[in-house]
């Protein structure tokens, strides 16, 4: 089965940026070897931006907008944001993630900063000290512990689907993704219902305040998830879990190990960057998952009569919606990465959602192929900070899928998607019409 979804059109090669006019590189080749060429033009002493992030984007625009750049100025600058360079191939992205020694996330490792009163591991840590909490945090993330809670996510989805198949305006996001990826999560920490459902009202809550950069909001619920992180790590451990198979557990133990460079301080503030991260790429994937699905009723039916092709399906739709573009990495000296002089301390945005539809690595990049071969996507990112959970979120978008599909007759779009500001690529809001199935398993 290959469908386009969506179709992107890549303007006519000019040798100019289709966004701002400014000349791209000639021939600039690929990966972060060879001669610099001179950075962005400067107009009045200041760089002048050469690509800015669309604020209004359709579901699925920014891909078009993406292929222009790979092929007339593949790693522009930009002053939003305070400035910085973005990568858009895939060979860039992966040399980016795969090198330690030139580029950190211990200084700026999201576009645009976001505030903070310290550092959050693991993802402000570079190795060897992120390595000590990858170290504590892979093995709770191991497929024979995370399919132990298949059956809560099954629940949570039943639920959900059941509720939104009720409403009178269903949302693919509010009633489904967000709520989904939340009760996941806490069904992973050991949550009571009470402390799960106020994590799941601010994390909703903290998230939209990101997508719209609502700086007091961030930091009024930034302080509450920390507050709650230190209840779920001292609570945990009056309840003497497993380390091997419990996240705080497992944390606390390292945090005793005078060899790591992991705290009891630090390891609350692991559980409070999780907490956040186990709600936000899960959401935004399903909900894109969403959006596709009721954007092609064929593919719908298809795997409604074949689930054993879900899996398949949700690898390419991962590869087709990655979710994050903003996850970014800091030069630590002066550097070449594409043809262009990146200098010392100035942050890469690494545009997953590009370098997954890069016409070099992938054939017909736009459409969707069922089973498509050697279909090595970076949705879950690459090198040390490759996303730890990445068994849990296929689990996740597995299960919300089938009970979606298993629940519904059909459903469709009953309005326009919104999409998320920039931070995430992902639908902020899905209306759908739902028809119920005939029979609910």
């Known amino acids: 089965m290959a469908t386009p979804h969506p179709p992107s059109t890549t303007p006519a090669g000019t040798g100019r940026c289709p966004f701002t006019g400014h000349s791209a590189p000639e021939d600039p080749g690929t990966g972060m070897s060879g001669a610099a060429v001179p950075g962005p033009a400067t107009t009045g002493g200041a760089r002048a931006s050469e690509w800015s992030p669309d604020r209004n984007e359709t579901f699925g625009s920014a891909h078009a907008d993406y292929a222009a750049l790979r092929e007339q100025n593949p790693f522009p600058w930009s002053t939003d944001y305070g400035g910085f360079w973005a990568a858009t191939t895939y060979a860039d992205i992966l040399a980016i993630t795969q090198d330690d020694e030139l ?24 190795p060897p000290e992120h390595t000590d909490y990858r170290t504590a945090i892979d093995p709770v993330f191991r497929r024979s512990v995370v399919t ?13 689907v059941d509720g939104m198949l009720m409403e009178s305006s269903p949302d693919g996001v509010r009633h489904l993704a967000a709520p989904f990826a939340m009760d996941c999560f806490a069904s992973l920490l050991g949550l009571a219902r009470d402390q799960a459902r106020e994590i799941r009202e601010i994390g909703v809550r903290y998230g939209f305040a990101i997508q719209d950069m609502d700086n007091p909001v961030i930091e009024e619920c930034s302080k509450r998830l920390y507050e709650i992180a230190r209840e779920i ?3 945990r451990l009056t309840e003497d879990p497993d380390p091997s198979r419990d996240l705080v557990a497992s944390l606390h133990r390292a945090a005793l190990d005078p060899e790591t460079a992991i705290t009891q301080t630090s390891a609350v503030a692991t559980i409070r960057q999780l907490i956040v991260a186990g709600m936000g790429a899960p959401q935004a994937v399903l909900g894109s998952c969403i959006a596709h699905l009721a954007t092609d009723v064929d593919l719908q039916e298809h795997l409604r009569t074949h689930p054993e092709d879900l899996p398949s399906a949700i690898e390419e739709m991962l590869r087709l919606h990655a979710p994050y573009r903003v996850f970014a990495r800091t030069a630590k000296r002066d550097t070449v990465v594409h043809g262009r002089a990146v200098a010392q301390d100035e942050p890469i945005a690494l545009i997953f959602p590009s370098a997954n539809r890069d016409e070099t690595r992938f054939e017909d990049p736009d459409t969707f192929v069922l089973r498509r071969k050697q279909n090595s996507h970076l949705s879950f990112g690459r090198g040390s900070h490759k996303c730890p959970a990445a068994t849990m979120g296929r689990l996740e978008l597995l299960v919300a899928l089938e009970e979606l599909l298993a629940r519904t007759g059909t459903f469709s779009l009953a309005g326009d998607i919104v999409m998320m500001n920039w931070l995430e690529y992902g639908p902020r809001s899905i209306p759908l019409t739902l028809r119920p199935a005939d029979r609910k398993p």
């Open 233 to 235: 790590y001292d609570r």
């Open 148 to 160: 132990e809670h298949v059956g809560a996510f099954r629940d949570s989805a039943r639920r959900l």
């Open 103 to 126: 580029f950190s996330t211990a200084k700026q490792n999201v576009v645009p900063h976001v505030p903070r009163v310290s550092r959050r591991p693991p993802l402000h840590f570079d």
